[in-house]
Structure formats: structure tokens, C-alpha cells
């Protein structure tokens, strides 16, 4: 199942193979971010200024319900407003408004066929907040080894990390300050699946360094922008990178085979090796030529799907068997006030 927002042209959902069977439209207005969840019968839609949907399906496709999620209370929503369901559990969502990170732990209670603005299960974490003057633009969440961290940078290069960001009253960690990253606008942020110190954090701006890479949660970064630079210090004649996206895993024997994504103003390459300021970006599918590639994502079977500006949506699938992704085994992390008020029932 593939569902894509298209700039002025709405949201619209596939789930054939075949490249010239019609896709479905499923929302209008500008097209932006959206989810699949619920094994397919669940779809999350937006528009502009953080306009969100849920529509259900039953296992013939067929429509069954919808509901707006937008959050009631949040203020500051960017044109595109990002979000993203926990990769753990996709009836948890995060969505970035203006300085703040919004969460809602059970999307299955928000009642059906409302137009307005969501109150059920949403909160404001307070100690997310970015500075005044700051937006949270990008945001990702972790699954292997460790759940529910979440890392989110704003545009103005800040960049921080919460862990088990699925329950209230955690601390925010900045996680760039001082670090060597410039000061621009974090437009992706890409948590390794199947390591959850690991991240790639994209900053879209020209003329400076776009591409970098923490292994240790982010006590340090590496810039592995590479030849997508003309210059090392990121001026030049080098492309906006606009996302980056696994492919595999970085475990053991396997590491060797994963694959790395990004997405940039003159295509899309890809890497299978990050060596630092030595790392060799190669364009992959020379079809879309130097059309402005917007956003590139995986799965774990190897597909990978590709946003193209003005040119449309590409897909392919890449083997995976030799460097399958470890299945999660998670620990859930709970307040210890409820553990104790269960021990005590």
C-alpha cells in the first residue's frame, strides 16, 4: 500500500503494482504528510497548516469512518505540519507544532465523523519546547534496541533527543549545541531501525554542510556529506539534501550490505558505506534525471518509495534476505506511580 500527498493535487493511495492502474484520490487541498496503519485499513491524511484526517477501512477497502485528529489547543502549525506514528505503536502519534511536541497515546478513542479539532488524548509536552522563535521541523521515533526515543530539530539547527518520549514529564536532551553541526534548517531526521544510537540528520540549506551522522545518540556527530559537496566546508555548487533513509540493517555481518538513501535537489543517490567526509554518494535511478527528489523511505522487505517534485512517485524493491532487520523486542517503559498503583489494586 502506498499513500502520497501531492503539492495542490491532494492526497492520494495505491495499492497496486502495476504503474498505470489509476490511484485513488483520498483527500484534498495541498497534498502533505500521511501514515498507513492498522495493517493497511487505517490511512492518516493532511492538508495544510496540520489539517489531519483518519479514515478506516474494512478488509475489502470499502469506507467505513474518518475522523479529524488535528490537536484542539495547538497553535503555530508550519504550512506542511509534519507528524509521524510511533514505528512501536501506530495508535501513538508525535506531531511538531510551532517550539512543541504534541503526543497522542491511543488514536483509536478519538471519536468518529468530527470535523473539529481533536481533544481526546492529546497533551503538549512541556518539555519538549524548543527556544522562543524556534520551529520543530523534523521528528522521528526509535525501535531497536531501544523504544521510543524520539529525536526532533527545529530551523535553526537544534537538534534534541527524549527518551521514552511515550510517557509524560521527560527531559529533553539538547544534543547539538557546540557540537560542530551549522546552524540550518533540519528538514529530515533518520533513526537507523535496527540501531537506535544511530541517526542521520539532514539540514536542507545550501552552502553549508548537509549530511550528519551520530553513532552514540548524539554525543557526537560526524558530517559524511561527502561529494554531494563541492567544497568540504559545504559551499559550492552541491545540492539541497532533503532526506535520507535506511535500508537494512547495521548489525554484525549484515552492516555490510546495508544501503543508505538521499534525497536531493538533483536526485537521489545512495551509499553503502558512510566513511565520514569520504563517503561516495552514487546517483541511483538515473530515470528521474536531476528532478528535485523530496523525500525518500524504506521498508523493512525492501521497498523504497520515492516523492519526485513535478515528476510523480517511483518505487522499487532492493533484496534484503542476507540483511534482514532484527525483530524488536521491546520494553515498555510505564510511570512509576501507575506500576505502583497496580501492584497495590
Do not use: C
Request: aromatic share 12%; net charge negative.
Amino acid at each position: 500500500d502506498l499513500v502520497a500527498g501531492f503539492q495542490d493535487n491532494g492526497t492520494w493511495f495505491t495499492n497496486s503494482t502495476d504503474p498505470t492502474s489509476p490511484w485513488i484520490s483520498d483527500f484534498g487541498g495541498d497534498g502533505a504528510y500521511s501514515a498507513i496503519a492498522d495493517g493497511g485499513l487505517t490511512r492518516y491524511v493532511s492538508s495544510q497548516r496540520g489539517n489531519v484526517y483518519r479514515f478506516n477501512f474494512d478488509e475489502d477497502g470499502a469506507f467505513q469512518s474518518f475522523t479529524r485528529i488535528t490537536p484542539a489547543g495547538a497553535n503555530g502549525f508550519s504550512f506542511i505540519n509534519p507528524f509521524i506514528l510511533d514505528p512501536n505503536n501506530d495508535n501513538i502519534m508525535y506531531m511538531p507544532v510551532g517550539n512543541r511536541i504534541w503526543r497522542n497515546n491511543d488514536l483509536d478513542e478519538v471519536p468518529l465523523f468530527s470535523n473539529g479539532a481533536a481533544t481526546v488524548n492529546w497533551i503538549g509536552l512541556p518539555n519538549s519546547d524548543t527556544p522562543s522563535g524556534t520551529g520543530i521541523t523534523a521528528v522521528d521515533a526509535s525501535k531497536y534496541p531501544v523504544a521510543n526515543r524520539l529525536y526532533y530539530g527545529t530551523n535553526s539547527g537544534l537538534i534534541y533527543r527524549m527518551d521514552n518520549a511515550n510517557i509524560d514529564s521527560q527531559e529533553a536532551i539538547d544534543i547539538s549545541t557546540g557540537k560542530g553541526l551549522p546552524p540550518g534548517f533540519v528538514n529530515d531526521i533518520n533513526i537507523d531501525p535496527s540501531n537506535s544510537d544511530r541517526v542521520i540528520v539532514t539540514f536542507s540549506n545550501y552552502g553549508i554542510q548537509s549530511l550528519f551522522l551520530t553513532e552514540d545518540a548524539g554525543e557526537t556527530w560526524i558530517n559524511i556529506s561527502g561529494n554531494l559537496e563541492e567544497n568540504e566546508d559545504g559551499t559550492g555548487n552541491g545540492p539541497s539534501v532533503r532526506s535520507t533513509a535506511f535500508l537494512g540493517s547495521s548489525i554484525g555481518f549484515g552492516s555490510r550490505f546495508q544501503r543508505v538513501f538521499v534525497a536531493t535537489s538533483t536526485g537521489l543517490f545512495y551509499t553503502n558505506r558512510l566513511n565520514g567526509i569520504n563517503t561516495r554518494w552514487t546517483r541511483e535511478f538515473s530515470a528521474i534525471g536531476n528532478a528535485v527528489a523530496d523525500e525518500v523511505a524504506t521498508r523493512k522487505d525492501g521497498f523504497v518509495a520515492l516523492a519526485v517534485h513535478g515528476n510523480g512517485l517511483f518505487s522499487a524493491r532492493f533484496p534484503v534476505n542476507g540483511n534482514p532487520l532484527p525483530e524488536s523486542n521491546l520494553t515498555v517503559a510505564y510511570l512509576l506511580d501507575d506500576v505502583e498503583a497496580n501492584e497495590n489494586d
